[in-house]
Nanobody, 126 residues
Framework: QVQVVESGGGLVQAGGSLRLSCTTS????????MGWFRQAPGKEREWVSC????????IYSDSVKGRFTISRDNAKDTLYLQMNSLTPEDTAMYYC???????????????????WGQGTQVTVSS
């Protein structure tokens, strides 16, 4: 049984930083591209970032590029999202998701991901 569990969310002031983690089990993590999505209240889910199986490719949405960094530790089956220079517009539930392929092609499309976590809340105060 595949499990995907996010952690690391919380309340932070604008300009601050948070590091999200996503631990997985039951899947071949090191063969799988992974992604982060987020959803703010009243808004559609938004793709944030994707990382390929051996971290060769990392891509970001324009809204987070230069501020967020995705990384992974295949030895620990864990995905990370380092978030810096946070703004209130980053407030959302953040979700980790696993693909069925090793690469980030079409990574912005949620239906390309097989497994999802329950999310971790990030709130940025002004």
């Amino acid at each position: 049984q595949v499990q995907v569990v996010e952690s690391g969310g919380g309340l932070v002031q604008a300009g601050g930083s948070l590091r999200l983690s996503c631990t997985t089990s039951g899947l071949s993590f090191d063969d799988t591209a992974m992604g982060w999505f987020r959803q703010a209240p009243g808004k559609e889910r938004e793709w944030v970032s994707c990382i390929s199986w051996r971290s060769v490719t990392t891509i970001y949405s324009d809204s987070v590029k230069g501020r967020f960094t995705i990384s992974r530790d295949n030895a620990k089956d864990t995905l990370y999202l380092q978030m810096n220079s946070l703004t209130p517009e980053d407030t959302a539930m953040y979700y980790c998701a696993a693909r069925s392929v090793a690469y980030c092609s079409d990574s912005q499309r949620g239906n390309k991901y097989l497994y999802w976590g329950q999310g971790t809340q990030v709130t940025v105060s002004s």
